[in-house]
């Protein structure tokens, strides 16, 4: 059911950057090279549900999921739920709370992935990641720009 899911999501992409941006590499070397899976996007609610396995190289001095590499597997799922729900975009700001650490025994987290708003060339976005058992790690906020310039009609618009 992951794979099917995963795939889904992925095609869903190419599709989006067929239509708005060539060339762009879907999914990003980003999130294969964590070896991130999609599972699951609702259109209508605008959700983006992916998960990161923990890697050994992954691990801080003490163990646990560097913190960065967690702001990553939010930007890796943020970024992708952007470019389904609007014209490409970049993200502008990140930020990440951080609740809890999670270790290699947590084997894996779960990033799920929200549009807040969209305000014309801005689009809000939430993340919220969990272990395993579903225990909050933590939760983060982007704020992505939409591109100009690209063959997307809506990619127009003031800031």
């Known amino acids: 059911m992951h794979e099917a ?18 060339g762009l590499v879907i999914p990003p070397p ?5 070896q991130g899976e999609f599972l699951g996007y609702d259109e209508r609610a605008g959700t983006l549900a992916a998960r ?16 960065g590499m967690i702001a990553a597997a939010v930007d890796n799922t943020v970024g992708p739920l952007s470019l389904l729900v609007a014209p490409p975009s ?5 930020e990440i709370k951080y609740s809890r650490g999670v270790s290699a025994e947590d084997e894996y987290i779960h990033v799920e992935a929200r549009l ?7 689009l809000f976005l939430e993340a919220t990641v969990t272990d395993r058992r579903g225990v909050e790690v933590a939760s983060g906020t982007a704020v ?15 800031s």
Do not use: Y
């Open 116 to 122: 807040v708003e969209r305000k014309k060339r801005r």
């Open 5 to 22: 899911d995963h795939q889904r999501v992925s095609d869903a992409l190419r599709q989006r950057m067929r239509e708005c941006a060539a």
């Open 90 to 94: 970049v993200t502008r700001r990140l």
């Open 52 to 67: 990161f396995p923990i890697l050994p190289e992954q691990l801080n001095p003490f163990g646990t999921m560097q913190g």
């Open 144 to 158: 992505h720009w939409v591109i100009d310039g690209l063959p997307d009609g809506r990619a127009g618009g003031g």
């Open 30 to 34: 980003a999130f294969l090279a964590m």
